[in-house]
């Protein structure tokens, strides 16, 4: 990413991915990618992640689909539900599951960190907070692996399966309400009235997609920089009330999501022409490293004062999430540093990154004594 901030002010790819459209312009400015994420008139998000379409339905991903007016409506009603004082609740229940998780690694010796944790422990905490039993897990990291990177049939039958599923146990809900965030969405009102069927689906599928590929992305490279820097391992395990400044700092220096936009008018920015149509692809990561922004950017430095990153994003679509995300990360390094010996990576091992709307690793090696 950041040789791409020295290319210059924009790029432009043949690639859209998922999107229509002729390709994809890429700013690099932290202040142009700022502007963007603050003009959801003429750079909207609607329509910019078409999976109800590939299977024929018409609900829309909620909140992330949507844009002004509208979007503020569902914000207001998702914001309690997920504010800082209803994760703190949470917090036992995180814990617990990142305990169960690590602790049979243990006696191994190593592990796929990928794999054997940041995967399974954000799908763990979504069926918890979903109501969903536990031996769902491997579905559940199934769909979400063929949703978000594979492509075709294979992807459609995720999707599909997802939302069948997904239906299946708002249904069931509907005849026998209960504690979960799924019971609570379909008591929730908006502007007087409940949420019909297309919109609990377009919900719950982007819980389930939004929440997962970005934490078990942000652990990869989080504990990929802590089993090679093992002098801020070592800092943790001695004074783990630094873990809080860890997360943002980590948070900061890994920013996993390039999300996307579309133009709705034509416009300039950074001396660039947008057309009507035209995707607009923005690196979070950009901002987040700026050196123009943030002094030494690449060094981690868990006491930064005043870290204004961007990993979750900037203006109305950010992160609905933020505060389960930092409780999670907070406890799966909590758990690391104080319960698993010290860890490394195999010398010889490479890391392999694969990028498509969010960066991630394939794979991480890791072994302890
Ligand atoms: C480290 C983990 C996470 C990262 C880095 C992250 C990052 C982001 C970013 C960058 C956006 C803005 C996307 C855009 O503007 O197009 C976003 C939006 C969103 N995130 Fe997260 N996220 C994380 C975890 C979560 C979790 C755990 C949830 C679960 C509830 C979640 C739910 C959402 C939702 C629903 C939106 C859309 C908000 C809206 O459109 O108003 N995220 N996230």
């Known amino acids: ?15 859209s991915r998922a999107l229509t459209g002729p390709g994809t312009w890429i700013f690099t400015s932290s202040a142009a990618i700022r502007a963007i994420f603050q003009d959801p008139e003429t750079f909207a ?16 991903l909620i909140p992330i689909d949507i844009d002004p007016p509208d979007h503020a409506r ?14 703190a609740q949470l917090e036992p229940a995180i814990a617990r599951r990142a305990a169960e998780i690590a602790g049979p690694l243990i006696a191994r010796g190593d592990c796929e960190f990928i794999a054997d944790f940041a995967q399974p422990f954000p799908v763990s905490i979504f069926l918890e907070l979903f109501g969903l039993p536990l031996e769902r897990l491997r579905d559940f990291i ?64 982007t819980l389930f997609l939004a929440g997962l590929d970005t934490v078990t992305s942000t652990l990869g490279y989080m504990f990929l920089y802590l089993a090679q820097a093992q002098s801020a ?3 943790l395990r ?29 416009t300039v920015i950074d001396g660039v022409e947008i057309r009507k149509g035209d995707n607009v692809a923005l690196p979070t990561s950009l901002i987040s490293r700026d050196p123009a922004e943030v002094e030494s950017p690449d060094e981690a430095d868990f006491m930064r004062v005043d870290n204004r990153h961007s990993a979750f994003g900037y203006g109305i679509h950010r992160c609905l999430g933020s505060h389960l995300a930092r409780r999670e990360l907070g406890a ?28 991630s690793l394939a794979r991480l090696d890791l072994t302890w004594a």
């Open 1 to 15: 990413m950041e040789e791409l901030r020295r290319a210059g002010p924009a790029l432009f790819t043949p690639h």
């Open 233 to 235: 391992q070592s800092l």
């Open 332 to 359: 799966a390094l909590r758990c690391w540093t104080s319960t698993m010996p010290p860890f490394t990576k195999p010398a010889q091992v490479r890391p392999v990154s694969t990028g498509i709307g969010v960066f």
């Open 74 to 87: 569902y914000r207001r009603v998702l914001n309690p539900m997920f504010s800082p004082a209803r994760m």
């Open 45 to 60: 998000s609607g329509g910019v992640r078409p999976f109800g379409q590939l299977i024929g339905d018409s609900w829309p």
């Open 142 to 205: 199934g769909f979400n692996e063929a949703i978000l990177k594979g492509e075709g049939e294979a992807q459609v039958a995720a999707i599909r399966g997802l939302r069948d599923l997904l239906r299946e146990e708002i249904l069931r809900r509907r005849k026998q309400p209960s504690e979960d965030l799924l019971s609570e969405l379909l008591t929730a009102r908006i502007d007087g009235r409940a949420f019909d069927d297309d919109e609990l689906t377009g919900l719950a599928v």
């Open 238 to 266: 001695d004074k783990p009330e630094l873990i809080g400044g860890a997360v943002e700092e980590l948070l900061r220096m890994f920013n996993v999501v390039m999300t996307a936009r579309r133009a709705t008018r034509d």
